[in-house]
């Protein structure tokens, strides 16, 4: 009897290790992911798109996943600034791509609910654009600060 309840003991006690164990592993190897959320405003006739937040500062290994949330206008996110410095920081990328004759990353047009995202793997200060379809005066801008 004692055999059985050593056995029961032991295994209860390497569960609780195994479980411990591994929600460590989780939190120190968690990466930080930044949403910025895109959304638009109108005054009359005039669009504007607004950026919340417009200035983020994020540690390396982190990501920036860009998230519309425009009604009816498709939106850019282009990264014409510092592109050397972003080729070489950008590691993963979903929904950018280097624009064809320009150094820049960017994306196609977001509809409504889409999202892009990229991952900084080294300090640095990174300037985004973002514009709307057939509308070429509606821009912003943002900073991504990554330290």
């Given at each position: 009897m004692n055999m059985k309840k050593f056995f029961i003991?032991?295994?209860g006690i390497l569960v609780m290790f195994s479980v411990v164990l591994f929600l460590v592993q989780g939190l120190v190897f968690a990466e930080t992911c930044q949403i910025v959320?895109?959304?638009?405003?109108?005054?009359?006739?005039?669009s504007r798109i607004v950026v919340t937040p417009d200035k983020i500062t994020v540690?390396?290994?982190s990501c920036v996943v860009f998230m519309n949330w425009v009604r009816k206008d498709?939106?850019?996110v282009?990264?014409?600034?510092?592109?050397?410095?972003?080729?070489?920081?950008?590691d993963t990328s979903a929904g950018f791509g280097l624009a064809v004759g320009e150094?820049?990353?960017?994306?196609?047009?977001?509809?409504?609910g889409k999202t892009a995202s990229m991952y900084?793997?080294?300090?640095?200060?990174?300037?985004y654009t973002l514009d709307m379809?057939?509308?070429p005066s509606v821009k912003t801008e943002g900073v991504i600060e990554v330290k």
């Open positions: 003991t032991s295994m959320k895109i959304t638009a405003e109108k005054t009359g006739s005039v540690p390396p290994d498709k939106v850019r282009s990264f014409r600034d510092n592109v050397k410095e972003c080729k070489l920081t950008a150094e820049c990353y960017l994306t196609d047009y977001l509809t409504r900084f793997a080294n300090p640095g200060v990174y300037k379809e057939g509308q």
